[in-house]
């Protein structure tokens, strides 16, 4: 008798167990990221009849920015493999050099309401006569996690500004743009300026 008693305990606990977890519902799974395998560092150079030059990653191409007409020479360095291009633009300087670098900090607060920071960091390199600033901006919504500009303050201005081809989450695109970032300092520490003929025309 108490065997048959603890018998029907039994399966009546197991039963209870079964019915339970055919009811029990599935904790849905955070959203994951995809995993992004970064290449080597490697570049190659620009270097053309423009006024100036320097090396880019080898993982991406140059392509004229819109217009190319009338801005012969802009260009978009683009990045398939991240969906992302350093847009850059030159200017030659005709006494309005103020006038580049405010425009350029305007460029970088218009950022001001989407980011928790901004970070300014000062490029300088007499050897190649370059300099300018680059502003970090973080935060998860910010357009452009990266904007520049470089010049020799006489004859040449250089803007550059980072942007993703997607609306972007950059709290998940952090260590690509780390990266990148890396390549834009490339990029400054290797500029050179040219065709002096130009420098003289354009004066």
């Known amino acids: 008798m108490y065997q048959r008693v603890i018998l029907f305990m039994f399966q009546t606990i197991l039963l209870a167990v079964l019915v339970s977890s055919c009811h029990h519902q599935p904790i849905p799974k955070p959203k994951g990221f995809l995993r992004i395998d ?11 009849a423009f006024p100036y030059s320097f090396q880019y990653p080898t993982y991406s191409f140059i392509k ?7 801005n012969p020479y802009w260009i978009d360095i683009v990045l398939p493999k991240f969906k992302a291009t350093i847009y850059l633009s030159y200017k030659p300087i005709h006494d309005n050099l103020r006038q580049y670098t405010e425009d350029s ?3 970088v607060m218009k950022h001001i309401p989407k980011a928790s920071s901004i970070e300014e960091f000062v490029v300088e390199n007499p050897e190649n006569n370059v300099y300018g600033l680059i ?3 973080k935060g998860q919504e910010a357009a452009s996690p990266c904007q520049f500009y470089l010049t020799d303050s006489n004859f040449h201005f ?3 500004a980072l942007y993703y081809d997607f609306y972007p989450n950059n709290d998940s695109l952090s260590p690509i743009t780390d990266f990148l970032i890396l390549d834009i300092q490339h990029i400054a520490q ?7 003929a130009y420098n003289s025309a354009s004066k």
Do not use: C
């Open 38 to 48: 970064l290449p080597q560092k490697s570049y190659q150079n620009f270097d053309t």
């Open 105 to 107: 900090r305007t460029f």
């Open 190 to 196: 290797t500029l050179k300026w040219g065709n002096t």
């Open 135 to 137: 502003w970090l901006i």
């Open 64 to 70: 004229p920015a819109q217009k190319p007409v009338e």
């Open 158 to 160: 250089l803007r550059g």
